[in-house]
């Protein structure tokens, strides 16, 4: 079992800047991809950026040049750092985590609201 941990929301006006963090737990080896997702208002919830093992890194199109993602191994922990918010970026991020064998896990989320 996996436990993962978000925390670093909060609310930011437009133009400013978020670092969200996941903690992972439990039994963590072997898991091949951490991603962050979004889920806005009435919205799905959609793939924000992953980031593989061996440290590749893939963003969706609305966030690229504003969002980075990367991982601590020594502290089991993925971030994302979130440059110049818009009030479009306002969601709940949630954290998961895919293992080799296919098996998923996911956080609880915390919420990210930009506003003035």
């Known amino acids: 079992q996996v436990q993962l941990v978000e925390s670093g929301g909060g609310l930011v006006q437009p133009g400013g800047s978020l670092r969200l963090s996941c903690a992972a737990s439990?039994?963590?080896?072997?898991?091949?991809?951490m991603s962050w997702y979004r889920q806005g208002p009435g919205n799905q919830r959609d793939r924000v950026a992953t980031i593989l093992s061996n440290g590749i890194t893939n963003y969706v199109e609305s966030v690229k040049g504003r969002f980075t993602i990367s991982r601590d191994n020594a502290k089991n922990t993925v971030y994302l750092q979130m440059n110049n918010l818009k009030p479009e970026d306002t969601a709940v991020y949630y954290c998961?985590?895919?293992?080799?064998?296919?098996?998923?896990?996911w956080g609880k989320g915390t919420l990210v609201t930009v506003s003035s």
């Open positions: 439990g039994n963590i080896f072997s898991i091949l991809i």
């Open positions: 998961k985590a895919l293992r080799t064998t296919g098996l998923e896990y």
